[in-house]
């Protein structure tokens, strides 16, 4: 599942930023939590069968909101002496029940329907349980219906499972310890779509106009996965290596699918290729749909997606990635999730760490190793701080929501895959992700399976790593300070781990690169640490001209590292890797009333090769805050990128806010100057480089870049989905 978008692409280490992504955790996993009737289990229940096979039969009733279903399980019992059968059940009336096509008794009690068996099973027994029922499902099933403020909206309904409310649709098992396979039928008004699990085998004509789809799933998954969208959708058809590949939108978002949608198909080759699994499933969907409750979710080869983060084709060029991450985060998610499930909400980071990864590493095939450092570094800056996250370890059973911590296992998750990496080399962890999900496939897992498939195929004891990262909680922070001896031609390197060690947090064992470039040129040393404090000595050649702790940063961690204004701004225009030059940004903008900085900046808000680099270089420039930052700001306002721009306004805004006048009415025309700036294409002002600047400064002072974000804001909806 991805909760919301908005968390991915949050830039960093500022303190009203961190209070807004926490809040964005806060609002998604609370919307999610108010949602559902009872808290998600930590531990998964002992099972009593065995689920088999789910055949669901659903109709509608749109003027009510109500589902008419009927179900066959197909099961067999997994202890001698079972008296009943027991079903996870909410919001639902059960009119029948029957075992074996002979009708029983049965009760509904805390959300638990119990199925009367006429005698007491073996283990082992087989049964056919069917079950007819009706309800107004106040979650897990969805109807988005046209009403008075929107009369001509599309009908939809769609469902979401995860984490415990398939039972409010279909009285079911409903813990992810358990697969089966399922099939869907859905009957809807005739000129309806519909999209579930597996593969698509009938349509047929109902009475009254209706049809009646029929979909199938053949590989067992669990049931937290089954789902269907039903509605007023376009479709686009597509195939890769034989198997449908399909899109669909709410009617009248049409021009969001290519530009949204155009990267799947090498996403299914690149994966495929990566994991070293092709990818599983008889088809893969992807449904865009109004009001979901998550960014996405990953039903088993059909995946949900809001209509809120289709990308409009106008506003495509706009954006760094247009839903790349989005896409790829579910994508991922076929493989780790579904192909390979946790077996409890205790080992969900093995879903979602898995998916973050993905996500960055399509980055990295897709626009390079440059974005993804950039990403990660943004990823480790927002977490690092979290008050929350840092004394809680990724596995926990103190949880009563499956994302309550969805910064460990979501952002955490996927760093700490991106050490282990780091740490075995490619060759040997894609071999260690291939066997896992060979070992596991169409099984249920816990955090020792991926350990254990890791030693097996590589011969590497990751014990020490998993419980320092994974059953241990927080990230190093350190502080450090060198020292040159001229004499003996020798940097002495100070390293202490200032986190407080307590509770789950302890002192961290970790390679690092230490880098020292002299006048000859750089040399990285290889060192681990692992103390409180520790001084290293590094014999050079000369003097140090720049000193990287953790060169290209590839440790989860944070840095305070005293460095002088020079030493930052040498950092800043020649260190080879994103991270260490964002590092400089950051760090010289606490520096005030230094020129050097300012101009520095400027130059790296302007040039740097990388536009992350620009980026954290104009945020640095709005927290200098002096009348000359405010110039350099200005000058990067024709960055080449539209998203860079974008930061630009934003931190004229800070400017603006601190005591630029405003003279009297804003103007209409200063509006669409800064709008057009990163809105559709179209609207670019037909003025010339110089005087573009000079009317955008105007702009900003007469109206607020404030003012003019929001109208850029109102712009995109117009442009964009509803
Ligand atoms: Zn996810």
């Not at 998964?44 to 589902?67: G, I, M």
């Not at 960014?295 to 106008?314: C, F, K, P, Q």
């Not at 070992?439 to 998993?466: M, W, Y």
């Amino acid at each position: 599942m991805n909760l919301s978008r908005k968390r991915l692409h949050q830039p960093s280490k500022l303190a009203p930023v961190r209070a807004a992504i926490l809040a964005a955790i806060v609002l998604a996993v609370a919307a999610i939590f108010a949602a559902a009737a009872r808290a998600d289990r930590p531990y998964a229940p002992s099972r009593d069968y065995h689920l088999q096979n789910v055949r669901v039969s659903l109709r509608f009733d749109l003027d009510q909101r109500k589902v008419i279903g009927e179900v066959t399980h197909t099961l067999s019992t997994l202890r001698d002496g079972l008296t009943h059968l027991d079903f996870d059940c909410a919001d639902l009336t059960v009119s029948s029940a029957r075992v074996n096509a002979k009708d029983t008794t049965f009760e509904l009690r805390d959300d638990k329907l119990r199925v009367n068996l006429a005698q007491p099973a073996k283990a082992g027994e087989k049964f056919e349980v069917n079950l007819r029922y009706e309800g107004k499902p106040t979650t897990g099933l969805y109807f988005i219906l046209p009403d008075k403020d929107d009369p001509g909206r599309p009908k939809e309904i769609w469902t979401q499972g995860e984490a415990e409310d398939t039972h409010h649709y279909i009285p079911i098992y409903d813990y992810p310890n358990d697969r089966t396979t399922s099939e869907m039928i859905l009957t809807v008004p005739g000129d309806w779509l519909t999209v579930s699990n597996g593969k698509l085998l009938s349509v047929q004509d109902a009475a009254g106009g209706m049809k009646t789809w029929t979909w199938r799933q053949s590989l067992p998954a669990s049931t937290y996965l089954i789902s269907f969208v039903a509605g007023e959708y376009k479709e686009k058809k597509d195939t890769w290596r034989n198997i449908p590949v399909t899109y669909y939108v709410p009617r009248g978002l049409e021009d969001t699918i290519d530009s949204t949608f155009s990267h799947t198909k090498q996403m299914l080759d690149f994966f495929s290729e990566r994991f070293g699994v092709a990818y599983p499933w008889e088809q893969y969907a992807q449904t865009a749909v109004d009001e979901f409750v998550a960014a996405g979710m990953e039903n088993v080869s059909a995946t949900t997606l809001s209509a809120r983060d289709m990308v409009h084709a106008d506003l495509a060029a706009e954006r760094a990635e247009a839903a790349d991450s989005l896409i790829s985060h579910e994508l991922t998610h076929q493989w780790f999730g579904d192909l390979v499930t946790c077996k409890d909400w205790t080992n969900t980071w093995l879903n979602e760490g898995f998916a973050t990864f993905g996500a960055n590493l399509w980055e990295e095939h897709q626009y390079g190793a440059d974005a993804s450092g950039y990403r990660y570094w943004r990823e480790q800056n927002n977490w690092m701080p979290s008050k929350e996250l840092f004394p809680i370890p990724i596995v926990t059973r103190d949880i009563n929501d499956s994302v309550e911590y969805a910064g460990n296992v979501y952002d955490k998750g996927g760093w700490v895959l991106h050490m282990l990496r780091e740490q075995l080399g490619d060759e040997a962890f894609f071999r260690a992700l291939k066997h896992y999900l060979e070992a596991n496939r169409l099984q249920n897992v816990v955090t020792a399976d991926l350990v254990k498939a890791i030693e097996e195929s590589t011969g590497t004891n990751v014990d020490p790593f998993f419980d320092q990262w994974i059953y241990g909680a927080g990230a190093p922070r350190f502080a450090v300070k060198f020292t040159y001896e001229a004499a003996g031609k020798k940097v002495s390197l100070n390293v202490k781990q200032t986190q407080k060690v307590e509770g789950h947090v302890g002192l961290f064992r970790v390679p690092v690169d230490v880098a020292i470039t002299t006048a000859r040129g750089e040399k990285v040393f290889p060192v681990e640490v692992s103390k409180a404090e520790e001084t290293i000595a590094f014999a050079v050649d000369g003097p140090p001209l720049m000193v990287l702790f953790d060169k290209g940063d590839k440790i989860l961690k944070s840095l305070d590292f005293q460095k002088s204004p020079e030493e930052w701004i040498r950092q800043l225009q020649t260190a080879q890797e994103v991270p260490d030059r964002a590092d400089a940004a950051f760090a010289l903008g606490n520096i005030k009333d230094n020129d050097a900085v300012t101009a520095a900046l400027g130059e790296a808000a302007r040039s740097d090769r990388f536009w992350g680099v620009r980026n954290e270089a104009l945020r640095a420039l709005g927290r200098v805050n002096s009348p000359n930052a405010r110039k350099q700001v200005l000058a990067a306002l024709s960055n080449e990128q539209p998203w860079v721009r974008q930061v630009a306004v934003e931190q004229m805004g800070n400017f603006t806010r601190q005591g630029l006048r405003h003279n009297g009415a804003p103007r209409k025309g200063a509006f669409h100057f800064i709008a057009g700036r990163y809105s559709p294409p179209g609207f670019a002002p037909r003025h010339g480089h110089g005087r573009r600047q000079r009317s955008c400064s105007i702009a900003a002072r007469m109206v607020g870049a404030r003012k003019a974000i929001v109208l850029a804001q109102c712009r995109d909806q117009r442009f964009g989905p509803r």
